[in-house]
Protein backbone atom coordinates (compact mmCIF):
# COMPACT_ATOMS: atom_id res chain seq x y z
CA UNK A 1 0.00 0.00 0.00
CA UNK A 2 1.45 3.95 -1.12
CA UNK A 3 1.02 6.08 1.82
CA UNK A 4 2.15 9.99 0.90
CA UNK A 5 1.84 12.14 3.73
CA UNK A 6 2.34 16.11 2.71
CA UNK A 7 3.59 18.35 5.80
CA UNK A 8 4.60 21.73 6.27
CA UNK A 9 2.85 24.41 4.37
CA UNK A 10 1.17 27.18 6.12
CA UNK A 11 1.26 30.67 5.88
CA UNK A 12 3.41 33.56 4.32
CA UNK A 13 3.84 37.14 3.43
CA UNK A 14 5.15 37.57 -0.71
CA UNK A 15 8.33 37.13 -1.09
CA UNK A 16 8.60 34.65 1.78
CA UNK A 17 9.80 30.96 1.81
CA UNK A 18 8.27 27.82 2.68
CA UNK A 19 9.58 23.82 2.38
CA UNK A 20 7.45 21.34 1.88
CA UNK A 21 7.85 17.40 2.55
CA UNK A 22 6.55 14.33 1.63
CA UNK A 23 7.12 10.95 3.39
CA UNK A 24 6.66 8.03 0.82
CA UNK A 25 6.27 4.39 2.05
CA UNK A 26 5.01 1.34 -0.10
CA UNK A 27 6.75 1.92 -3.16
CA UNK A 28 7.88 -1.47 -4.62
CA UNK A 29 9.51 0.16 -7.99
CA UNK A 30 13.10 1.00 -8.21
CA UNK A 31 12.20 3.57 -11.32
CA UNK A 32 9.71 5.82 -10.57
CA UNK A 33 8.53 9.36 -10.70
CA UNK A 34 7.44 11.58 -8.03
CA UNK A 35 6.00 15.10 -8.43
CA UNK A 36 4.55 18.02 -6.54
CA UNK A 37 1.08 18.85 -7.61
CA UNK A 38 -1.25 22.48 -6.84
CA UNK A 39 -4.95 23.42 -7.20
CA UNK A 40 -6.56 26.59 -6.69
CA UNK A 41 -10.03 26.92 -5.68
CA UNK A 42 -12.29 27.06 -8.87
CA UNK A 43 -9.12 25.88 -10.61
CA UNK A 44 -8.05 22.17 -12.00
CA UNK A 45 -5.32 20.95 -10.40
CA UNK A 46 -1.53 21.40 -12.16
CA UNK A 47 1.71 19.99 -12.02
CA UNK A 48 4.31 21.82 -10.07
CA UNK A 49 7.47 19.80 -10.27
CA UNK A 50 8.68 16.49 -10.97
CA UNK A 51 11.82 14.02 -10.42
CA UNK A 52 13.02 10.89 -11.35
CA UNK A 53 14.23 9.00 -8.78
CA UNK A 54 16.99 6.60 -11.30
CA UNK A 55 18.91 10.01 -11.74
CA UNK A 56 17.68 12.49 -9.71
CA UNK A 57 17.14 14.75 -13.10
CA UNK A 58 13.68 17.28 -12.61
CA UNK A 59 11.40 19.18 -14.64
CA UNK A 60 9.21 22.37 -13.43
CA UNK A 61 6.52 24.03 -14.61
CA UNK A 62 7.26 27.39 -16.05
CA UNK A 63 5.47 29.35 -13.16
CA UNK A 64 7.56 28.30 -10.93
CA UNK A 65 11.10 27.80 -12.95
CA UNK A 66 13.57 29.59 -10.59
CA UNK A 67 11.89 29.80 -7.78
CA UNK A 68 10.85 26.68 -6.36
CA UNK A 69 13.36 23.33 -6.06
CA UNK A 70 12.13 19.52 -6.17
CA UNK A 71 14.46 17.57 -4.41
CA UNK A 72 14.73 13.66 -3.37
CA UNK A 73 15.79 12.10 -0.09
CA UNK A 74 15.90 9.05 -0.92
CA UNK A 75 17.60 7.16 2.63
CA UNK A 76 14.53 8.93 4.25
CA UNK A 77 12.15 8.10 1.40
CA UNK A 78 10.90 11.76 1.45
CA UNK A 79 10.03 14.36 -1.53
CA UNK A 80 11.03 18.18 -0.55
CA UNK A 81 9.63 21.29 -2.54
CA UNK A 82 11.81 24.43 -1.79
CA UNK A 83 9.81 27.51 -2.72
CA UNK A 84 11.18 30.79 -2.17
CA UNK A 85 10.07 34.63 -3.20
CA UNK A 86 6.22 33.56 -3.42
CA UNK A 87 3.48 35.14 -4.37
CA UNK A 88 0.05 35.51 -3.79
CA UNK A 89 -0.80 33.34 -7.16
CA UNK A 90 1.18 30.46 -5.40
CA UNK A 91 -2.03 29.95 -3.20
CA UNK A 92 -3.02 26.86 -3.56
CA UNK A 93 -3.33 23.18 -2.14
CA UNK A 94 0.09 21.30 -2.41
CA UNK A 95 -0.41 17.39 -3.17
CA UNK A 96 2.18 15.29 -3.97
CA UNK A 97 1.91 12.20 -5.71
CA UNK A 98 4.13 9.04 -7.28
CA UNK A 99 3.88 7.27 -10.56
CA UNK A 100 6.13 5.62 -13.56
CA UNK A 101 5.52 8.76 -15.92
CA UNK A 102 7.68 12.01 -16.46
CA UNK A 103 5.37 14.29 -16.77
CA UNK A 104 3.86 17.24 -15.15
CA UNK A 105 0.15 15.86 -16.04
CA UNK A 106 -1.73 14.97 -12.88
CA UNK A 107 -3.67 11.68 -14.83
CA UNK A 108 -0.05 10.26 -15.36
CA UNK A 109 0.13 9.67 -11.61
CA UNK A 110 -1.01 6.56 -9.71
CA UNK A 111 -0.74 7.30 -5.55
CA UNK A 112 -1.97 10.99 -4.02
CA UNK A 113 -1.32 12.43 -0.78
CA UNK A 114 -3.87 14.20 1.14
CA UNK A 115 -2.57 17.62 0.54
CA UNK A 116 -0.91 21.09 2.76
CA UNK A 117 -2.25 24.16 2.03
CA UNK A 118 0.07 27.38 1.51
CA UNK A 119 -1.38 30.85 1.58
CA UNK A 120 0.88 33.45 0.50
CA UNK A 121 -0.49 37.11 1.51
CA UNK A 122 -0.15 40.46 0.08
Known amino acids: QVQLVESGGGTVQAGGSLRLSCAAS????????MGWFRQAPGKEREGVAVIASADGSSYYAGSVRGRFTISKDNAKNTLYLQMNSLKPEDTAMYYC???????????????WGQGTQVTVSS
Open 97 to 111: AAGGIYSLLPSRFNY
Open 26 to 33: GYTSSNYY
